[in-house]
């Protein structure tokens, strides 16, 4: 079983900026970033696979930023230009078996959640 412990949320104004930290307590595979903003579904945000390979939906594209530090088993997302909209509980996500690009997009990739972390882009 691994855990994931998120960090970094808060209340940011629009244009600015937020990290966020996750620190897995085991090696995986495949990791990713997912957010559920109240009466939508949850989405995903980023994901980054064993070779490194990223992928953004296009409403993130170009202002998040995914990055694992494998050394110490965490993942960071960060976040610039931080937009209204961008606000959600902000969930890590990770598994033990290798995933593709498209792949880790999908929750159902996923067997271990964080607890999230909420992200409040606000005036």
């Known amino acids: 079983e691994v855990q994931l412990v998120e960090s970094g949320g808060g209340l940011v104004q629009p244009g600015g900026s937020l990290r966020l930290s996750c620190a897995a307590s085991?090696?995986?595979?495949?990791m990713g970033w997912f957010r559920q903003a109240p009466g939508k579904e949850r989405e995903g945000v980023a994901s980054i696979n064993m070779v490194g390979s990223s992928t953004y939906p296009d409403s993130v594209k170009g202002r998040f930023t995914i990055s694992k530090d494998n050394a110490k088993n965490t993942l960071y997302l960060q976040m610039n230009s931080l937009k209204p909209e961008d606000t959600a509980v902000y969930y890590c996500a990770a598994a033990p078996w290798p995933c593709t690009v498209v792949g880790g997009g999908r929750a159902s990739t996923y067997n271990y959640w964080g607890q999230g972390t909420q992200v409040t882009v606000s005036s």
């Open positions: 085991g090696y995986t595979k495949c």
